[in-house]
């Protein structure tokens, strides 16, 4: 009788999808503060970014159908939006008063960014962060793998119909 082995499956990596994933997070929240400042408003679409950026990149290091990995990327969705709003506000002001960033953040704190993001907080905020991590984490525990697979099992190759 033959041994036979199981295919290993994709374990994952945990440290590097954090890394990425906040490498991520900062990028994206970057390029919110920019489209907001550019566009002169936010839009759900652009808080969906976060979500979306966050979860593709927390998912190359993904083990298969992780919520460990779906949660990390929620998280990181979260913080990159709210990131993004603090690199709106440290803009928004600099422009205004013709400071550097760094002026800005030396004059007011991280606790002060933070007190002027929660004058502005509301419901509209809790409902896109909320979708935000949603979208985070459907893409960041679903690895690609399994489409892969259940394409192979069910035979939904597109050149070769699957035979009853």
Same mark, same amino acid.
């Given at each position: 009788? #033959?041994? @036979?082995?199981?295919?290993?499956?994709?374990?994952?990596?945990?440290?590097?999808?954090?890394?990425?994933?906040?490498?991520?997070?900062?990028?994206?929240?970057? *390029? =919110?503060?920019? =489209? $907001?400042?550019?566009? #002169?408003?936010? $839009?759900?679409?652009?808080?969906?970014?976060?979500?979306?950026?966050?979860?593709?990149?927390?998912?190359?290091?993904?083990?298969?159908?992780? %919520?460990? %990995?779906?949660?990390?990327?929620?998280? *990181?969705?979260?913080?990159?939006?709210? =990131?993004? $709003?603090?690199?709106?506000?440290?803009?928004?002001?600099?422009?205004? $008063?013709?400071?550097? @960033?760094?002026?800005?953040?030396?004059? %007011?704190?991280?606790?002060?960014?933070?007190? *002027?993001?929660?004058?502005?907080?509301?419901?509209?905020?809790? *409902?896109? @962060?909320?979708?935000?991590? @949603?979208?985070?984490?459907?893409?960041?525990?679903?690895?690609?793998?399994?489409?892969?697979?259940?394409? #192979?099992?069910?035979?939904?190759?597109?050149?070769?119909?699957? #035979?009853?």
């Amino acid at each position: 009788m #033959e041994n @036979y082995e199981l295919p290993e499956e994709k374990k994952g990596n945990v440290a590097a999808a954090i890394i990425v994933g906040l490498i991520a997070a900062v990028v994206v929240a970057v *390029l =919110l503060a920019a =489209l $907001t400042i550019i566009r #002169e408003k936010q $839009t759900g679409a652009m808080v969906m970014l976060a979500g979306a950026g966050v979860g593709f990149a927390v998912k190359l290091f993904a083990a298969k159908d992780s %919520f460990k %990995f779906g949660g990390i990327a929620a998280v *990181l969705a979260i913080i990159s939006c709210m =990131l993004g $709003t603090a690199f709106c506000i440290i803009a928004l002001f600099a422009n205004g $008063t013709e400071m550097s @960033y760094m002026e800005v953040v030396s004059k %007011f704190g991280i606790g002060g960014i933070v007190k *002027l993001a929660s004058l502005d907080f509301g419901f509209m905020d809790i *409902l896109f @962060y909320g979708i935000a991590a @949603y979208i985070g984490f459907s893409i960041g525990c679903n690895s690609s793998e399994k489409k892969d697979e259940e394409a #192979e099992n069910n035979g939904t190759d597109d050149k070769t119909p699957k #035979e009853i």
